[in-house]
C-alpha cells in the first residue's frame, strides 16, 4: 500500500519528540499501521540543534505543510491559539487529517474544529493534550464507553506537580523548581498557565466532555493555582494526613457538570496522593467498572510524542472510514451532546480545609464553630495550635457543602473581631465516592 505522508508543523520539545519517535520507531510503527508512515515536510520558524532531521523537506512556513497536496495528516505542534487555529483550520479545509497535542487550541476552539472537520470528512486526533503520555482519552471514549461516568479527578499538570513535589520533598523555592521545568521542555511557553491552572483547565474541559457528553466549555472552568500554597499549609495537611495537589475535579450532578482546577487536600492513602514529579494521573468513576486509575508521564518530549504517534497511528487505520464509522471527537455522536449545564462554582459541593489566625481569648473557638454550625456546616477536624503569642493558629477541616454557604461563612467568620486578618480556603476531596 502507498505510504502514508505526514506533515509536522513545529520542531520544539514535542515536535523534535514526535520526529525521532517516528524514525526510531518506524518498523515496529508500520506493523502497527499496515502501512509505511513518513514525513514528507517539516513546518518550522526556526531549526532544532537537537534533532537530526537531514534528508527532510523544511520550510518555514507551516502553512505551506497545511496545504501540500501531497501530505496526508497534518501534526500541529505549534501551541497556542490564533495561529494554530488558522493553521488546523486550513489543513482541514484542505482535506487533511489533523493531528495536534494542543489543548488549549481544542478546549477554546474544538467545537468549532470538529464541526469543521466533520464536514470535510476528516479526523482530529488529540489524545497528547491531555496527560501527556497517558492514553486517558482513548480510555474514557473507548474503553469506558459502556459506563455513566460519575466524576473524574486527576493531576494533570506535570510542571505543576514537579513544582509541588520539589518543594515538599527537598524544601526547594518555587522558583528555583519552576526555572528547572522550563528547562526540561515540560512548561508552557507562558508558564503561568502552568501555576495558575489554565493548562490544567484547558485538559479538564476536554475530559469533561468525552465523560459527560458535552460542548467544551473552557470559560466556565473554575480555575485557581498553585502560587499561594505555603510550606504551613503543606504541614497542616500532612498532620491531618493529607497532600495537597493540583487537582482538575469534574462531577455529574442533577443540577449539571462541576469542572474545577484547584489545589486539593486529599487522603495521604490515596493513590494520587503518591503521584509525584512530572507524572501526571487520572481517575475515572464509572457506574459499570466502579473507579480506574490512569499513570505515566505528563509531559516531556517523548512521552507527548508517544501520545501524537498513536493518533497518528489511529488515523491511518481509519483514513478509509466514513466519518459516520469513526469513533467521535468528543465520544459521543456530535448530534447527542447533552446541554447539562456547567455549574458556577458557588454550586458545586466539597468539603474544606480552613485556616485563620484567631485572637487567644475565650469564647473565640465557640463563635467561629457557631457561625459554620449556622450554615450547617458540619466540622471534621480541628486543631488550635499552643502558642505565647496573641494570635494562633486555627485549623479546620469540614465536611461537604455546597461553596455558596462556604463563602458566607468565610465572610462572617472574615468580619469576626476575633480573627485577623483573611481566612485560607483549600478544598478537601475524598475521591470515595
Ligand atoms: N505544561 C504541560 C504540563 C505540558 O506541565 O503538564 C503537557 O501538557
Known amino acids: 500500500m502507498k505510504p502514508v505522508k505526514v506533515g509536522i508543523c513545529g520542531l520544539g520539545t514535542v515536535g523534535g519528540g514526535t520526529f525521532n519517535v517516528l524514525k526510531r520507531n518506524a518498523d515496529e510503527i508500520t506493523r502497527r499501521a499496515g502501512r509505511h508512515i513518513i514525513v514528507e515536510e517539516i513546518g518550522a520558524r526556526r531549526d532544532n540543534p537537537a534533532i537530526d532531521t537531514k534528508g527532510t523537506q523544511i520550510t518555514r512556513d507551516i502553512f505551506a505543510v497545511a496545504t501540500n497536496p501531497e501530505i496526508d495528516i497534518v501534526v500541529e ?123 490544567a483547565a484547558h485538559k479538564l474541559t476536554i475530559l ?60 495521604e492513602k490515596a493513590l494520587l496522593a503518591n503521584v509525584n514529579g512530572v507524572m501526571n494521573a487520572v481517575v475515572v468513576d464509572g457506574d459499570a467498572v466502579g473507579q480506574t486509575l490512569y499513570y505515566g508521564a505528563g509531559a516531556g518530549a517523548e512521552p507527548t510524542a508517544s501520545a501524537v504517534v498513536a493518533d497518528i497511528v489511529d488515523v491511518v487505520r481509519t483514513m478509509t472510514a466514513d466519518r459516520d464509522n469513526r469513533v467521535p471527537h468528543l465520544a459521543f455522536q456530535p448530534g447527542s451532546l447533552s446541554d447539562h449545564p456547567v455549574l458556577p462554582v458557588e454550586q458545586t459541593e466539597t468539603a474544606y480545609y480552613l485556616r485563620m489566625q484567631a485572637l487567644e481569648q475565650p469564647g473565640v473557638l465557640a463563635k467561629i464553630t457557631s457561625i459554620l ?38 465572610a ?22
Do not use: C
Open 77 to 199: 505542534l505549534i501551541g497556542g491559539y490564533d495561529v494554530a487555529r488558522d493553521l488546523v483550520l486550513t489543513a482541514i479545509e484542505n482535506g487533511k487529517h489533523v493531528v495536534t497535542a494542543n489543548k488549549a487550541l481544542i478546549a477554546e476552539h474544538g467545537n468549532e474544529i470538529f464541526e469543521a472537520a466533520q464536514k470535510k470528512n476528516v479526523m482530529v486526533a488529540f489524545e497528547a493534550g491531555v496527560a501527556g503520555g497517558i492514553p486517558i482519552i482513548k480510555a474514557i471514549r473507548e474503553g469506558l464507553s459502556a459506563n455513566k461516568i460519575n466524576w473524574l479527578a486527576g493531576i494533570i499538570n506535570g510542571t505543576g506537580n514537579f513544582i509541588l513535589t520539589e518543594m515538599k520533598e527537598k524544601g526547594r523555592d518555587f522558583d528555583d523548581v519552576l526555572k528547572e521545568a522550563q528547562e526540561l521542555g515540560y512548561a508552557e511557553a507562558d508558564p503561568t498557565f502552568d501555576v495558575e491552572g489554565i493548562d
Open 208 to 267: 469533561s466532555s468525552i465523560a459527560f457528553g458535552i460542548p467544551l466549555q473552557f470559560n466556565k472552568a473554575y480555575t485557581e493555582g498553585i502560587s499561594k500554597i505555603t510550606t504551613e499549609d503543606v504541614q497542616y495537611a500532612e498532620e491531618l494526613g493529607y497532600r495537597i495537589k493540583h487537582l482538575g475535579v469534574s462531577r455529574r450532578t442533577e443540577q449539571g457538570v462541576e469542572l474545577r482546577v484547584h489545589p486539593t487536600l486529599i487522603p
Open 373 to 410: 454550625g449556622e450554615k450547617g456546616i458540619n466540622i471534621e477536624a480541628i486543631i488550635q495550635k499552643e502558642t505565647s503569642e496573641e494570635q494562633v493558629p486555627v485549623i479546620i477541616l469540614t465536611q461537604t457543602v455546597q461553596e455558596q454557604k462556604m463563602n458566607e461563612a468565610i
Open 412 to 433: 462572617e467568620i472574615e468580619a469576626f473581631e476575633g480573627i485577623s486578618g483573611s481566612v485560607t480556603r483549600i478544598r478537601v476531596e475524598h475521591l470515595d465516592g
